[in-house]
């Protein structure tokens, strides 16, 4: 569970169920200024006669709150999900004993219960905003049949029974329906919000390995110098030396590593990111399956590989996405699998198909045409986020796959199909002879000789 995000400015913002002190601060304000003013204008100029010492009390208390709370935090503070939800318990409070003094049910202002209830759907996290829920469903239920009348014109006079009743319906249904919606979009909108973070933060990490290879250009181009001249002073002390000296033994080692260091740098300064083995970067499709099963498999599960083509396996960059991204498909498929686990390939001219299939009890059906979305778990109440098959999708789309999921028959195993367009997964001539100057027919010399 994430516990903190990044705001714009770079600290850290607290998670669901925590909102700043002066958001409610300020509502907190409002709320006050608001019950004064209309209790001055109805008992003022409307001259209607109501118990305003207790009322104003009852008001006092909110600034007496308030008071206190910028006394004792600073503004810019966050409330955690347990102070914020006594700070709107006591609004729903206080505006219960205001309204008890001045009428109950029969006041329209009954109608402001639904302001804490929604900002506790919006802000809180589900269980705090059932508690306030609750809470409102109380006051207003007490309230329907213990309250304080209002100061009619005409004494006696009141609501009837069934109207009474209404309001209270009206009043209860509107908070179910408010918290529900409210609750549903502002969580909708924390998970996008912390899938944007989370790619973010995978782009910020690119990012930093697009520095460093930058970095290593720039070093490169500025040790030319130096080794420039180190091989200059070698190459003069070579011939000062007499022939077949230990000295003259020395200096042609030490320029032949000078030249090595030159070679190397030459190469980081045309391409920084070309240091990597071509027989490690680029792989035959089967021997890339083969590779990830040998990663990822283990005593208690086994990976089963089959191959549904032989010839002409497409040759494949070794990149982060993909290796990544498909190892996370077969560690969950490892996780939720009873005994096994079966990785089969196949391509043709057209594409390039992986399926990754597991013996456990499959997707849940709820969540099946959900997977890909941030924050939807394959494994309820694991207490994970549910990121895993997002990034994963996230990585492999990336590289230009097409995830499907489906169950192949209900408690019989999950499966996931990648496919991936050929021409666009498969390295190009081109493309293999940038990372492989030497030819890639030595690999494949190597790679078909006798183990």
């Not at 329209?108 to 209830?117: E, I, K, R, S, T």
Request: overall charge negative.
């Amino acid at each position: 569970m994430l516990t903190s995000r990044i705001t714009a400015a770079g600290l850290p913002r607290p998670a669901m169920g925590r909102v700043r002190v002066r958001t409610l601060l300020l509502i907190r304000w409002l709320a006050i200024f608001g019950q004064m003013a209309a209790l001055l204008v109805v008992d003022e100029l409307l001259d209607f006669s109501l118990p305003m010492l207790p009322a104003m009390a009852t008001i006092g208390a909110s600034v007496a709150v308030n008071v206190w709370i910028i006394a004792r935090y600073n503004l810019n503070q966050w409330h955690n999900n347990r102070a914020a939800a006594v700070y709107l318990a006591f609004d729903i409070a206080q505006l219960a004993a205001l309204l008890y003094l001045t009428g109950g049910l029969d006041n329209p202002f009954a109608l402001l219960f639904l302001v804490p209830v929604t900002i506790s759907a919006t802000i809180l996290s589900l269980r705090s905003a059932i508690y306030l829920g609750l809470l409102a469903l109380l006051c207003v239920s007490l309230l329907a049949r213990l309250h304080l009348p209002l100061p009619w014109p005409a004494p006696g006079f009141q609501l009837p029974q069934i109207y009474a009743a209404a309001i209270w319906i009206s009043l209860v249904l509107g908070m179910l329906f408010l918290m529900f919606y409210a609750w549903r979009v502002a969580e909708e909108a924390r998970r996008m919000s912390d899938a944007v973070a989370a790619t973010q933060t995978a782009l910020s990490q690119e990012r930093e390995l697009s520095a460093l290879g930058s970095l290593a250009a720039a070093a490169a181009h500025e040790l030319g110098t130096p080794l420039g001249t180190i091989a200059l002073i070698t190459k003069e002390l070579l011939h000062r030396q007499t022939a077949d000296t230990e000295t003259q033994t020395d200096l042609e080692i030490l320029a032949g590593e000078v030249d090595r260091c030159r070679k190397i740098l030459a190469s980081l300064a045309r391409n920084p990111s070309a240091g990597a083995d071509p027989a490690v970067s680029q792989m035959t499709f089967d021997a890339l399956v083969a590779d990830l099963a040998g990663r990822h498999g283990d005593g208690d599960t086994t990976i089963k590989v089959t191959a549904g083509a032989t010839s002409n396996p497409p040759l494949v960059q070794r990149s982060p996405e993909l290796v990544q991204g498909l190892g996370n498909l077969v560690e969950n498929a490892m996780e939720f699998a009873s005994s096994r686990v079966d990785l089969e390939f196949s391509w043709d001219d057209e594409q390039v198909e992986l399926s990754i299939r597991d013996d456990g009890p499959g997707f849940a059906a709820g969540i099946l045409d959900l997977l890909g979305d941030p924050y939807i778990s394959t494994r309820p109440g694991s207490g994970r986020m549910g990121l895993g098959v997002f990034i994963s999708k996230t990585l492999l789309e990336r590289t230009g796959a097409a995830l499907h999921f489906f169950n192949r028959r209900q408690g019989l195993g999950a499966t996931v199909v990648i496919r991936w367009p050929r021409q666009i997964i498969e390295l190009t001539t081109e493309e293999r002879a940038k990372t492989d100057p030497a030819g890639f027919g030595h690999l494949q010399q190597l790679g078909r000789g006798e183990h």
